[in-house]
Structure formats: C-alpha cells, structure tokens
C-alpha cells in the first residue's frame, strides 16, 4: 500500500479508471462476439456490424485499447463479414 499522499491519490483515481475502463472493455468484447454470431449463422447485418465499429472506435477514443488494435478488430469483422456475404459484403467501408 502506498504511503505518500500523492500515490494514494492515484491509487484511488487508477481504481475509478479500472470501472470505466473494464466495463467499455466488457462492452466492446461482448458486441463484437454477438456480431460474429450473427455474421456466421447467416443473419448477417450491417447494422450489427455498424454497432461492434462504434463499440470499438470509443474504446479506441479512451485508451482502453491502441488505435492498431481497434484497427485490426475492424479489419477482421469485415474480412468475416465479406467471407460470409460476397453479395453484401461490398457495400461496406471500412
């Protein structure tokens, strides 16, 4: 346990950070594994895809995960989503 007053302080401010960050973390971890249910069992939509894109991105916005990994999240559902849908898999942009 820290002694200093200052990394108390930071203690309990890293702890508050740790909520906000586990729970988008849970978020983005849980819409992204729905939209490959989705994607795989032919129910393929792009409004589902559009969701998981969101979730990641504002995971990305707050440092929860690097901008290289949200990019390589998205690239992935999309290669999924086009493998899964040639006929509408071409209307989506990265």
Known sequence: ????Q???KALRSSARKRV?????????RGTIKET????VTG??????LS??????DKA???GVIKKNTAARKKSRLVKLFRRNA???GTKVKK
Not at 51 to 56: D, E, G, H, P, Y
Request: aromatic share 6%; charged share 40%.
């Open 86 to 88: 040639p006929e509408a």
């Open 43 to 48: 129910a393929k939509s792009e409004k589902e």
């Open 36 to 39: 490959k249910k989705l994607i």
């Open 20 to 28: 906000f960050n586990d729970a988008r973390r849970k978020k983005m």
């Open 60 to 62: 990305a916005k707050r």
């Open 1 to 4: 346990m820290p002694i200093i």
């Open 51 to 56: 969701a998981a894109f969101q979730a990641i």
């Open 6 to 8: 200052s990394a108390k």
